[in-house]
């Protein structure tokens, strides 16, 4: 009788600790998902005299921008970062789309760097992508346009590729570096205990993926263990002209100090 009474309470006090983290998981997880750092208003991003960098006002925010526009670009790079850093950590060695007479935008994220407000929903956060990018495209018409990112930034990457190309604009070149097939399939390899029901972050890279049109490439180091490149064989089977760069020895914060990565990286763009 006491027995049972024990394992009673103890099962209800373990289903309550249980319910307390998926509870702290659903309403705080823009903590675990992103890692903004914010900079000084008054700290440049880049002292290279070809980059400035201004804002992009969106609803309840302004996004910190940076743009290298160079005179007469053969096109833009359009980059969304990942999920830790500013701009300082990302807007940076741009010779090499000098070479190729790219203009390269990043923008960081709502209260990442100079930007302002805070990361609230999915639907948010690709709706402050397509503002950004709505800004630029006007003075992009006519010309190669690549749109990419990398880690966190593939999931939203694709889904602007895939909108572009809903709208008969598809951009010259998807780039996706690192990328997942879904957030809500990465956490359930890492995070097997948790319901999916609990992320509100699903981002179905996939989804996008198979609706995307004209040439992709998918760059993913073999030893990456935060987002194992499995997620990258699974989203070039699933797209109609995909070519996966497997990077032999790269992990997932390293792929892109690799010397096969920057030479593929100049080959895309000439193309």
């Known amino acids: ?74 096109g833009v790079f359009f980059f969304l970062h990942g999920n830790s850093g500013n701009l300082k950590k990302w807007f940076v060695e741009l010779d090499a789309f000098r070479q190729a007479n790219f203009d390269v935008v990043m923008f960081d994220y709502r209260g990442f760097g100079k930007s302002s407000g805070q990361i609230e929903s999915e639907d948010q956060l690709r709706a402050d992508v397509i503002a950004v990018w709505k800004h630029f495209e006007p003075a992009y018409a006519g010309k190669r346009v690549v749109i990419s990112g990398q880690s966190l930034g593939t999931g939203l990457a694709a889904g602007l590729a895939a909108q572009l190309c809903s709208d008969g604009h598809a951009p010259d070149l998807t780039l996706l570096v690192s990328p997942y097939s879904s957030m809500k399939a990465l956490a359930a390899e890492l995070y097997p ?79």
């Open 1 to 74: 009788m006491v027995y049972a009474i024990f394992s009673a309470s103890l099962l209800l006090a373990l289903g309550a600790v249980y319910a307390g983290a998926v509870g702290w998981l659903y309403f705080r997880q823009e903590r675990l998902l992103f890692e903004p750092d914010p900079l000084p208003p008054d700290e440049p991003i880049s002292s290279d005299p070809d980059a400035r960098e201004f804002f992009v006002e969106v609803p309840g925010a302004r996004l910190s921008v940076a743009h290298m526009a160079l005179p007469a670009p053969r």
């Open 193 to 271: 205990w948790v319901p999916a029901q609990v992320l509100r972050y699903p981002l179905h890279t996939l989804e996008y993926a198979a609706k995307l049109l004209g040439p992709v490439m998918l760059i993913h180091g073999d030893k990456d263990e935060l987002i194992p490149i499995h997620h990258s064989e699974r989203l070039c089977s699933a797209m109609r002209s995909a070519q996966l760069l497997r990077v032999t020895g790269a992990g997932h914060s390293d792929v892109h100090q690799f010397p096969t990565v920057r030479k593929a990286l100049m080959s895309a763009r000439g193309r």
